[in-house]
């Protein structure tokens, strides 16, 4: 079996951990190519997968400027640049690994899907949770018909306050107009994962949410634009002179750095002048910190989302209610229990974490290579015509919580 040759277009966060990932499936995939902006970014990916200058390129139009040198492309730019490259690559007949989430409107995540499908391209779209063993295995539990009929859906996604300070407050996904809004940035992978799961059709929704606490009407008095401008403010959780030391998010230093391995000068002089040394009180940030949207599917079936940043933890978590018991998930651990009505007792099932997202990361490019080798017999595969749909679940909530919680039809939604 040959081995898939695939080209990076985005050398950032995400797309190094799926070539990590990558690099482990010994003679499955091989990194032949970068296209990377940041000269620094650039020089340590090729120097992490050996490649030649002349395939380390400074933008993703140089990738198309010669014929097809790759049998895929793995898309990692920011969200509001995935669609022309993407379309560039449909045209030229590669295979595309593509981060969700597919694009910042609508139309444009349809165009896509359209336009792979008719020049019988694949694409198969980053919702990594499917990949994850905890999802897997609920799904499995799901149909094998432990719980009966699914009823109602609770599911959480707990951000984390000092992941949605960086991220969303201070970093790239903080105005909706840059990147996308924030139940398509962060939680395209959750709407996704309650269609796959109850796999019935959505029929209605409505949302509700806001930004409440990361405004200039909650800062502190006497706090400077920059924590680095002398602070001092106590006990504050969002220190940038803290959080980028002594945080729990090690790759967050990277991050602000603008490379990998940083040392703490470096972090130092990036917090400085760059955007990561903000109070976060007094950022441009407009995303919401928390939402909820109501769904309702097929045969009367209900599901909650509900995404906040004021948790602790980063995790999701989600409790399946049947007509016949109970499933309640964490990401935080390792098992999963079933309650059964019938007997009154619970049952125990394994769901070890490996890795990043759960296993999730690893999953979706093995299986990503499996599916542009032939394999179609995948059920959990988040190929472009599913991943579009489900996007526009995205696209109602957010219309439905701009216009003050209105219900949204999804029926001829687009």
């Not at 019935?200 to 502190?220: D, H, I, Q, V």
């Not at 990361?361 to 017999?377: E, H, L, S």
Request: hydrophobic share 35%.
């Amino acid at each position: 079996m040959k081995t898939l040759k695939a080209i990076v277009i985005g050398a950032g966060q995400r797309g190094n951990a799926y070539c990590n990932e990558a690099s482990e499936l010994e003679g499955v995939m091989q990194i032949v190519g970068v296209a990377e902006p940041d000269n620094v970014r650039r020089a340590e990916f090729q120097s992490k997968y050996g490649l030649k200058g002349s395939v380390c390129l400074s933008t993703w139009e140089d990738v198309f400027t010669r014929e097809k040198w790759a049998d895929a492309v793995i898309i990692c730019t920011q969200d509001n640049m995935h669609y022309k490259p993407a379309m560039a690559a449909i045209e030229r007949g590669y295979d595309i690994l593509l981060e969700k989430p597919i694009a910042p409107t609508a139309q444009e995540c349809l165009d896509i899907a359209e336009a792979a499908h008719k020049k019988g391209v694949k694409i198969v779209v980053c919702h990594v949770l499917r990949y994850s063993a905890m999802f897997k295995t609920v799904k499995e539990i799901i149909e094998c018909g432990e719980i009966g009929d699914i009823v109602t859906v609770v599911h959480n996604e707990n951000v984390g306050n000092t992941h949605h300070a960086h991220s969303y407050v201070r970093g790239k996904w903080a105005k909706a107009k840059e990147s996308s809004p924030m139940i398509l940035a962060k939680s395209c992978h959750d709407l996704d994962i309650l269609q796959w799961l109850i796999n019935k059709k959505c029929l209605r929704l409505s949302s509700f949410g806001s930004l409440a606490y990361f405004t200039k009407e909650n800062c502190p008095k006497g706090a400077p634009a920059r924590c680095t401008d002398g602070c001092k403010i106590a006990n504050c959780p969002y220190d940038s002179r803290y959080l980028y030391y002594e945080g729990d998010l090690g790759w967050t230093r990277e991050t602000a750095a603008g490379h990998a391995n940083p040392t703490d000068d470096e972090v130092t002089k990036a917090l400085k002048v760059g955007p990561y040394g903000r109070c976060v009180y007094q950022c441009d940030n407009d995303v919401v910190d928390h939402q909820v949207v109501s769904m309702e599917f097929e045969d009367g079936v209900t599901a909650i989302f509900s995404m906040s940043a004021f948790t602790p933890e980063i995790s999701r978590s989600i409790k399946i209610m049947g007509t016949k018991g109970q499933i309640k998930a964490h990401q935080d651990s390792d098992t999963i229990i079933v309650s059964d009505f019938s007997s009154c007792k619970d049952k125990i099932y394994s769901s070890k974490y490996e890795g990043g997202h759960g296993g999730g990361d690893k999953g979706i490019v093995a299986t990503f290579c499996r599916y542009i080798r032939g394999d179609d017999n995948i059920p959990e595969i988040s190929e472009i015509g599913i991943s579009s749909a489900n996007h526009l679940l995205c696209f109602a909530a957010e219309k439905s919580r701009l216009s003050g919680g209105k219900v949204v039809e999804m029926e001829g939604f687009n």
